[in-house]
């Protein structure tokens, strides 16, 4: 079978490194806020190419988006009840993150083209109570352009990337994680960069910002045990951090593999039935976090490679709108997410596929 995305065969390429990394955490008998987060943040900072202090280690990729937001909200920028935008046919954490905190989602429709917001759709989203917008670097292509930069300059809008799925792509040779105000980075397992658990960082350009993130993820205190805010938990383990300094070194030649299946993909699969990712000239805009093709008969199609042993999965099944945790908006229609949700199907990709897998699954779709 070829598997969607084989984790045990990606770590094992840095079995050894991994491995020592995590014998000099349980030897030093230090597990949190330490000198591996230390490093770790030191290396993700040089990568994105912004000072230390602007980067912050944080537990997971959904808190990385909630502290920002609650950082806003502690230093005067927004308030409760304010207006996020945010595109409809996100993952639900780039939701959440926004409604934790008091603060109203205004979802708004993606392109059809390129499955993120549709910039052209903003405009008349933004009210008197907007004060940000988050952006979705979805599927790991990014979601950026002049046009944007344009409207929050009109508006004095604050922009959240939420690049948990697009580490490593370069718009104009800038890095997805540095275009807005602050980005949200996720380490789950299976994001282009891994940990082996959950962690996530935070990355901005003010660093008075960082530092309320970094106070906040720890309980609200900056010197231990006074309190400054009623914060969270939200910090990474050590063993994460030393993990992820190992694998971040290989992150951009990982992505470059990835580049090489979807180009492969996009040259080869020729069935008329199947609607590939569109093409972008600028290759270095996707990191192909997922390969997503679209077809209205999405249902028989994953069947039919499943019966023919590959591995796929949908991004999303049921969008934000449709779900029982926000009932509020159940009876909204947003036409092209739900057109998206209904035809998606992502193939495999991963740095790991071998050619004959790649060329299997091109032979295969193309049969269907
Ligand atoms: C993975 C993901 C998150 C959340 O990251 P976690 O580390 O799982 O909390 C947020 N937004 C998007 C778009 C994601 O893909």
Known sequence: MIK???????????????KQAAVEVIDSGWFLQGEQNKKFESKLARFEGLPEENVVTVANGLDALRLILRAYIETGVMKEGDEVIVPANTYIAS?????????KPVLVEPSIE??????????KAITSKTKAIM???????????EKLEDLVKKYNL????????????????????????????????????GALGDSGAVVCHDAELAKVVRTLANYGS??????????????MDEIQAAFLSVKIDHVLDENQRRREIA?????????????????IDNQSEHVYHLFVVRTKERDAFQQYLTNNGIQTLIHYPIPPHKQACYKEWNNESYPVTEQIHNEVLSLPISPVMTKEEVEKVVKTVNVY
């Open 158 to 193: 604050k922009i959240i990337e939420d690049n948990a799925q697009a580490i490593g792509a370069v718009w104009h040779g800038r890095n997805t994680g540095t275009l807005g105000d602050a980005a949200g980075f996720s380490f789950y397992p299976g994001k282009n960069l």
């Open 263 to 279: 180009d492969y993909y996009c040259k080869n699969v020729t069935n008329p039935k199947i609607i590939l990712p569109q093409q």
């Open 135 to 145: 952006i979705v670097h979805l599927y790991g292509r990014v979601a950026w352009s």
């Open 4 to 18: 969607f995305l084989d984790l045990q065969k990606i770590n094992a390429q840095y079995a050894g490194e991994l």
């Open 95 to 103: 939701v959440l993150a926004i409604t934790d905190n008091r603060l």
């Open 114 to 123: 390129t499955y993120n917001i549709d910039i052209d759709q903003i405009e």
């Open 222 to 235: 900056s010197q231990k045990y006074v309190f400054d805010y009623s914060g969270y938990n939200s910090r």
